[in-house]
């Protein structure tokens, strides 16, 4: 895991944001968010924008990734970390398994096709 002060947020609105930007395997993109939701978690930061729109280079996951990734997430957030993804249209499952999926594990997230929007409900509901 990546040591927790390695990782740089941006902040807009006093929401901590998190951009994956170029080419990542599926594995490796979802192990850097993995370490952003825990340095958020290690930096006492309750709401984060993980933002995904120009990350390229992985498939959409499946429902099985899906929930090995949500699960990791999870983790990393020990219930603290609010967390607001921002892909693109197609990697959003149209019954929002993720967000289910994460609200089981008792994880707060959601997903966008935007950062405004992702940092809009990071402001009204976490």
Do not use: Y
């Not at 006093?14 to 993995?34: D, E, N, P, S």
């Not at 978690?41 to 099985?64: N, S, Y």
């Not at 607001?84 to 149209?94: L, Q």
Request: overall charge negative.
């Amino acid at each position: 895991m990546t040591d927790p002060n390695d990782i740089a947020f941006d902040f807009a609105e006093g929401i901590a944001v998190f951009r994956l930007v170029g080419a990542h395997t599926l594995q490796a993109a979802t192990r850097r968010i993995r370490d952003a939701i825990a340095a958020a978690h290690a930096q006492r930061i309750r709401k984060l924008a993980v933002v995904l729109v120009d990350a390229t280079g992985f498939e959409v996951p499946g429902l099985a990734m899906r929930a090995a990734m949500i699960r990791e997430w999870a983790d990393a957030a020990g219930g603290v970390v609010g967390v607001a993804v921002a892909c693109r249209p197609e990697f959003i499952d149209p019954q929002r398994f993720g967000v289910a999926f994460a609200t089981n594990l008792g994880m707060v997230a959601n997903v966008f096709e935007t950062e405004a929007e992702a940092i809009e409900w990071l402001h009204d509901s976490v």
